[in-house]
């Protein structure tokens, strides 16, 4: 099994005749992933990518019976674009645009109490089920099928941590980036939840970073089930300076308990095994594996 996505997995791309849409629509559709379509308002009933190309997402939703949406739609338009999908009760939305307007995102959220679309992002890399289907834009030549779920605030970690875990012979049920803006939808919380409901999951990476409290509310709840698979967490940042923005929206360690430290020693009190380096969170894994079998 997967989490978010399978192999009925229908997706449209909002912002599909754009370059990046066009560049990682076309991707996607060699890797497998069903696109089967695009929305661009003011080009419906025309065609790309020999797809057919949509004025509103309600109206592609109910012509290719679309059940995902992915978004490439610029930052000033991207809450829109978000809203509009959740209006039209698109079951998933995956939105890779980064600094999308923390003011937007707000409008955003509330849009989300309304209905039960669950949005991944903004400022994500995207969800890959390794052979199964990819929304995003994340590379996939390092990544395998296997049973260790992914959850990451970080794109270029992710990277490294799949490359790490296929290398160990270790293969990747769902890797999942929830996005490193401020304001975002799915939550590590919610996330890991998903990947404790999966059966071929058996063993779940946590790679976060300074800013927001998503590792701390996930390490109480983690304290709270006491989960019997094997977790191991990354957390980058412990050098950054305090009240200082690194790279984007999300990582900024500005009050108490959002620094690396404060993190790792919440996830730590848990249970969650913490690597000690980037370099050996593959390895770390393993070792936790073996032990538990």
Known sequence: ???????????ICQGMTG?????YSSVMLEYGTRVVGGVRPGKGDTHHLNLPIFDTVASAKAATGANASMLFVPPDRA????????????????ALTERVPIRDMMRVRDALKQGSTILVGPNSQGILAPGVCKIGVMATG????GNI???SRSASLTSEVIAQLSDAGLGQSTTVGIGGDTIHGLSMRACFELF???????????????????????????A?????????ALIVGRHAPVERRMGHAGAI???AGADAESKIGALRAAGVVIAKSPHLVGKTMQEELTLAA
């Open 19 to 23: 370059r990046a849409g066009t560049h």
């Open 224 to 232: 709270a089930t006491r989960p019997k698979i094997p977790v191991v």
């Open 1 to 11: 099994m997967t989490i978010l996505v399978d192999q009925h997995t229908r997706v």
């Open 149 to 151: 779920g992914i959850l």
């Open 196 to 222: 404790l409901a999966d059966s071929d999951t058996h063993g779940v990476i946590v790679i976060g970073e300074i800013g927001g409290t998503d590792e701390e509310v996930l390490a109480e709840f983690i």
């Open 79 to 94: 809450a829109n674009a978000m809203i509009e999908a959740i209006e039209a009760e698109m079951p998933l939305v995956v």
């Open 253 to 255: 360690a500005g009050n």
């Open 142 to 145: 390092n990544a395998r099928r």
